[in-house]
């Protein structure tokens, strides 16, 4: 398993921007896909988007499909997820996660697929 480390979570406002940052330690983070949830109020925690081992293809929710942007650097040990125009529905804690993937095509976006969490990271969108 690789231990996760989320940061760059904060307060903005409205169609601000933010990044967050997934650090992750463990010799297997190239050989893991690696997703983004969050998890809004008294709510479940939901898919927000993933990348494969080698970054070249990635998924997102439909809710932050062509607002939100996920990245990775395997020489680094990290995965980022740049959130623009922001919407106070975007509020929640941000979880970062992991999964090894035999093949680069395989694509997780089940809560239950990743093995590896963060301890989270909490964004607050004012209106």
């Known amino acids: 398993q690789v231990q996760l480390v989320e940061s760059g979570g904060g307060l903005v406002q409205a169609v601000d921007s933010l990044r967050l940052s997934c650090a992750a330690s463990g010799r297997t983070f190239s050989s893991c896909a690696m997703g983004w949830f969050r998890q809004a109020p008294g709510k479940q925690r939901v898919f927000v988007a993933e990348i494969s081992r080698s970054g070249t293809k990635s998924y997102y929710s439909d809710s932050v499909e062509g607002r939100f942007t996920i990245s990775r650097d395997n020489a680094k040990n990290a995965v980022y997820l740049q959130m623009d125009s922001l919407k106070p529905e975007d509020t929640g804690v941000y979880y970062c996660?992991?999964?090894?993937?035999?093949?680069?095509?395989?694509?997780?976006?089940?809560?239950?697929?990743?093995?590896?969490w963060g301890q989270g990271t909490q964004v607050t969108v004012s209106s």
């Open positions: 996660a992991a999964v090894y993937a035999v093949y680069d095509y395989y694509s997780p976006h089940s809560e239950n697929d990743f093995g590896s």
